[in-house]
C-alpha cells in the first residue's frame, strides 16, 4: 500500500462543461432532497400528525438507495475520470457505513433506554440505569472472565496446529488425503457440530466418546457436569473447528521459507530441535502473530456451539458474552440492556486489540 | 522439517553417527505418520459417526454399534424421518418440505451475499490497491483500515440495534435482510484476499490497455478480472462456507420463513427425547454440501485462507 500518488498512473484531460456539472449536483442534491422529504414524511407518520398511508421505513430505505445512486452517478458526472475512480470504492464504503456506522449510532440510543420490545410503552430513556444494572450483573463479568479464559486456549490451539502443520509440511505421501481432512472440521456448521460431538458423540450414556472415557477408567463420564470440564469440552470443541484455519496459515508460512535457510542451518550441524528453534520458529514469527491475532478476533465472536451445546450452563461456566446477551434477550427482549453489554464489549475489544496489536508490532519488528 | 536426502550419497565409509541416521529417520516418519493418521481419525470420525448413526436403531445405537454390515444392520430409520430415503422420497413428507425450505433458504442467502461481497469487495480492493484517495482526513491506509477493522466488529454489537431497524423496515425475518448482513460480514475478509491478490498483478498489465485506449474500467473488466479469477474464486468460498454455517444472526432475525438450515438444526437438537437416528440423518444432510465443497474446492480454501498470510 503505497502512501502517496497514484499506482497507475493516467493521463486525463476532462472538459467538464458546466450543465454537465450542474446537472450532476442536480441529481444528487434532488435526490437527497427527496430521501429527506420521505424520511419527513415517515417520521410525522409515526409521530401520527399525518396519515401517508406509510406501514414502515421502507420507503425511506428505497430512497436511500436512490440517493446512493445519484451519488455514485453524481461523482462521474462532476469529476470525470476522477469520479470513475471513486466509484471503485464508493458502493463499498456507502454499504458498510449505512450498514455498520448508523446501526451503531442507533446502538448508542437503544443502550441507554429500557426497551422491551413486546411492550406496547416503546422506548424509554433511563440514562445510566443499564450501566448501573450491568456493573452489578455477576453473569455478564463471568462471561467477561471467560472470555478470557477461551482466548487463552488459543496458545495450546497455535501450538497443535504448528505441529500439524510441521507434520503435513513434511515429505509425505497422500498429502492431498491429509489435507482434506484436516479441513473438513473448518468446513462443518457451529451447529451441526454441537450435534455431532457435543450432543450425541459426548452424551454421557451411548456417545463413544463416554465408552472410550469409561474404557479408560473414568466411571461416570460426564462432559458437561462440573464447570471446569464443561469449560474444558467447549475450548476442545472450538479448537477442533478452529485448529484447520491456524495450521493452513502457518503451512502458507512454512512453504515460504526458502529451502537453503534449513540446509544451512543442517551444514552448520544444528539437529532438528535446534534448527526448529533458531530458525523456523523465528522465521515464523510473524506469520504466527497474524494467525494468532485472527483467531483472536474469531474467538471473540465464540457462540454458536456454546448457545446450541450448553445455553452457557452449568451455571453459566461456559457462557461466552454473545451467548449471554443472545440468552438475556431471549428471554427478557428487553433490547436497551442488551445492547448496552455488546457495546461495553465492543469498547473492551478495541481496548485489548489496539494494545495486542501494538505489542505484536514491537515483538515481530526486530526480527523480520 | 530434516530430510533425508542427504545421507543417501555415500562419498566416505559410513561413520557409526551416520549409520545412526537411518532409524533415527525412521522412527521420525514414524512419528509424522502417526501424528498425521491420528489427527485424520480425529477429524474424520465424527463425521463418520453422524453419517453411520443415521442408519442406527435404537438398539445399535445403545449398543455403541460402529461399523456397519458388521455389528450392525443399516436401515433407512433417520433418513425415513427426514422424507429422504428410498420409500419416501416419492410420497409427501412434511419434514422434508420443511427441510427443502431451509435448505433453499440457506443456498439463497448465501450464494447472493457471498457474490455481492465478491462484488463490492473486488472493486473496492481494487481501487485501494491501485489509485490514492482522500475522503476528508482518511487516506488510502486509513480506508482499508476502516473496511478491515470491521473484522473485529462482533456480531453482537450490531444485533440487537439490527433487529429493531429491521422491525422498522419491515425486514424480519426476510431473506433480504438476512443477505445484507452476510454481506457486511464477509466483506472484509473478501478485501483482505482481493487486495493481496491485486497487489501481486504489475500495473504495466493495465498501462499498457490503457496506452491502448480502454479506459480504466475497460482495462479492470476485460484485463485485470480474468487475472484475479482464483482470487475472486477462493474469496467466493470462503464467503459462502461462512454464510452457510451463520447461525447467529439467522437465529435471531428469523422466525418462519427465512429460517435457513442451522437455525432448524438448532431447533430440532433443542428439543429432548429426539430420536438420533433423525438428527443425525439432519446434521449430516446439512453438512453433506460443505464436505463436497471442501473436497472438491480444497485449493481455494487453502490459497483463500493463505492469503495475507506471508506478507
Redesign the interface.
Known sequence: MSGSGDLLHVVSNDNISNSRKAWGRGIIWGSGLLMALVALAQLMQVQGLHDFGLTSWRPTLYAYIFWAICLSWGQVLLYGEQGKRTLFVLPAALFVISLTVFPLLFGLVIAFSDWNLSSPDGRQFNGLANVRQMWADPFYWNALLNMVWYVLAILVEYTIAFGLALALNAEIRARKFFRVAFLLPLMLSPVAVSWMIGKSMLEARFGPVARLAKFLGWETPSFFGTPGVAKATIMLMDAWTFIPFMMIMILAGLQAIPKELNEAAKVDGANGWRAFWEVTFPMMLPVSITAILIRIIFKLKLADIVIAVTSGGPGGATDTVTSFIFREYRDRSNVGYGTLLAMFYLVLIIIVMTILMKLADRFARPRT | ????G?SDVQIFKDSAADRSFRPKWFT?RLF??G??IL??F??????Y??LT?SFKMAPD??K?N?IPWWDFTPKWLGWKSLGLSPDTIGADSTVRDEFMKRFTNSAITSVISSVLAVM??S??A????????K?LWM???D??F??LS????????????????Y?????LDTRIGLI??Y??SV?PIV?WIMRDQF?SIP?EL??AA?VDGL???GA?ITIILPIALPGMVAAFILSL?LT??E??FA??LTSTHANT??VM??SQ??SQGIS?WS??AL?WA??LP??V???VL?RY??KG??A????
Open positions: 522439517m530434516r530430510k533425508a542427504m521420525g509424522v505418520y501424528l498425521l489427527w485424520a480425529i477429524c474424520l470420525f465424527p463425521i459417526w453422524t448413526t445405537v445403545m455403541g460402529l463490492l469487495g472493486l473496492a481494487y481501487g485501494l490497491s491501485r489509485f490514492s484517495y475522503f487516506g488510502n491506509s480506508i482499508s476502516f473496511f470491521q473484522l473485529i466488529l462482533p456480531p453482537v454489537v450490531l444485533a440487537l440495534p439490527m433487529l429493531v431497524l422491525k422498522e423496515l419491515a425486514l445484507l448482513l454481506t457486511l466483506l478485501i497487489s500495473t493495465e498501462e490503457l479506459s480504466i474500467w479492470f462456507v452457510w454455517n447461525y447467529f437465529a435471531l438450515l442451522p438444526v438448532a437438537t433443542g438420533w438428527m443425525a446434521s446439512a453438512i460443505l464436505i465443497i471442501g473436497v480444497e480454501i487453502i485462507m493463505a495475507g498470510a506471508i506478507k
